[in-house]
């Protein structure tokens, strides 16, 4: 099947008796616009960047994993303010040798830093696709509705909620904590917080998670006006997990000091240590006593997708919202991630607000469709969901679950590299895709061994060999290798470990002649 030219797809509309054609009305002489004068010149350079950015990706490999950025590039990018026109082509030589070459990257397969994802080539092209249709997806009967509505029921069928859970794509899992914090503390905490604030406040309320959780949440905490304060953090157990018998211990005790409980945060795959906490037990531990439970599955609930993985998050489907970011484990370009919650109607009483201007109509361009920015904080929204609807089309659902077996499966074979190493020590278990580990030498004591870890990390950066992050885990600093990259393959991990190896003897030889 062939695709269908764009003036394919007109004559099929002039066919159908479609609506008249508009006689174009080029602008006159004295009128501005950002068009161009010579179409053919920009389908070229068009051309050009789609060439050129195919090969970038193609050839990630053959580039350091990261470089630092010049001073040459930083001078080039300190320019004043350009009043005047520039070349489109002369721009986009200025990016090719000032911009592209010295990303954070993630695109690399040697990229383990933080939890990031390394995009995909289809979708690269998806976002050529939304910025030339430049859709605001807030409402109205647009296509890009229509795509999020699908792509939202697809999310929530992938993670076992409801058929009917709403949802809301954003920005990322820091802005779908808030959302599902919102509609939290709407549902929860017994008072007219959104029309009255913190006057209407008797009790203060209390949202409660482990000490493991994403700092997004106190961020969240201090938006919605209930302050950090607010955030019982709970001790987790050797596991990293939360302490559920801790968990349910304070929700008492706060209830008899005339606190208002209202949510509990579980995480499915921390940041720190890929732990996940037993979804289960907190979900008995949110009904028993009326909570509502939020879980962060930023990048971890995406193991819902692997028959092999998806046991260790038997619960997820009795929260009543979750977060989960799409540009860590699923790939997808950045930004994107989703909000679900369980209640519709919470979740749009918690943002929608009347406006006449908004006002959906019965027929027109305002008629009633899925107001999405009556689900979140934007009323101005890309069409994100384009990205995702291409990607979970193009790769299928099957794939992402491959994959995240496919991560995890390295993370275990690097743990047993650290492990068979004498020169370096596992710094916590490994249940998902995150391997934390430092530099244990025989002889040398906790804190020559921290900072010879934070000399690896340095080194192992700088040289371009990979880009594991660091993180503190029991007030002691460890290297972190986040594994959410597609392109990864086992023998990058025997690299990283290679190369760690020569720096420790390196700096041990170096150490032992001063």
Request: hydrophobic share 45%; with cysteine; proline share 6%.
């Amino acid at each position: 099947m062939t695709v269908a030219t764009w003036g394919a797809v007109l004559q099929a509309d002039d066919d159908r008796g479609g609506p008249p054609p508009v006689r174009p009305m080029p602008p006159a002489d004295d009128e501005a616009t950002l068009d161009p004068a010579d179409w053919e010149a920009v389908r070229a350079l068009g051309h050009r960047m789609v060439d050129d950015m195919l090969g970038y990706l193609r050839d990630v490999r053959r580039r350091p994993a990261w470089r630092p950025v010049p001073a040459s590039a930083k001078a080039a990018l300190d320019r004043p303010l350009p009043n005047d026109a520039a070349d489109a082509a002369d721009v986009y030589a200025d990016f090719v040798e000032h911009v592209l070459p010295y990303p954070t990257g993630n695109v690399h397969p040697r990229f383990w830093g933080w939890v990031m994802g390394s995009g995909s080539p289809t979708g690269m092209l998806s976002l050529l696709l939304e910025g030339a249709m430049n859709a605001n997806a807030f409402a109205g009967d647009q296509s890009p509705v229509y795509v999020e509505q699908q792509v939202i029921a697809w999310i929530a069928e992938m993670l076992g909620l409801p058929n009917d859970t709403s949802g809301v794509l954003v920005t990322g899992g820091s802005v779908a904590n808030l959302v599902g914090l919102t509609a939290a503390r709407r549902a929860r905490a017994g008072i007219d917080f959104d029309g009255l604030g913190l006057a209407a406040i008797e009790g203060a309320p209390v949202l409660y998670c482990s000490t493991e959780t994403h700092n997004s949440v106190d961020k969240a905490a201090a938006t919605l006006g209930l302050g950090r304060a607010a955030v019982r953090k709970i001790p987790v157990r050797a596991d990293y997990t939360i302490d559920v018998d801790a968990l349910e211990a304070a929700i008492i005790d706060d209830r008899v000091l005339g606190r208002r409980p209202f949510c509990v945060v579980a995480n499915a795959g921390t940041v720190n240590t890929g732990a996940t906490d037993d979804l289960a037990r907190v979900a008995d531990v949110a009904e028993r006593h009326g909570l509502w439970l939020h879980v962060d599955g930023a990048f971890g609930a995406v193991a819902a997708l692997s028959p092999a993985l998806r046991d260790r998050l038997a619960g997820l489907d009795r929260a009543d919202s979750v977060a989960l970011d799409l540009h860590k484990w699923l790939h997808m370009p950045y930004d994107v991630g989703c909000a679900l919650v369980r209640d519709r109607a919470t979740h749009r009483a918690s943002y929608a607000q009347p406006a006449s201007y908004l006002a959906r109509q019965t027929r027109g361009l305002a008629a009633e469709t899925t107001t999405f920015s009556d689900l979140g904080p934007q009323l101005s929204r890309g069409f994100r969901a384009l990205r995702v609807w291409m990607e979970l089309r193009t790769h299928g659902v099957a794939r992402y679950g491959q994959l995240a077996e496919q991560n995890v499966a390295q993370a275990r074979h690097l743990a047993s590299l650290v492990e068979a190493s004498p020169n370096f020590a596992l710094a916590a278990p490994v249940p998902l895709n995150v391997v934390c580990f430092r530099a244990a030498p025989p002889g040398l004591d906790a804190a020559a061994c921290d900072a010879l870890t934070r000399e690896l990390l340095a080194q192992v950066q700088e040289r371009g060999v990979a880009v594991p992050s660091h993180t503190m885990l029991d007030g002691r600093f460890a290297l972190r290798v986040a594994i959410t990259n597609h392109r990864s393959r086992q023998s990058d991990f025997d690299l990283l470990m290679q190369v760690l190896e020569e720096i420790v003897a390196e700096q041990l030889v170096t150490r032992d002649s001063s």
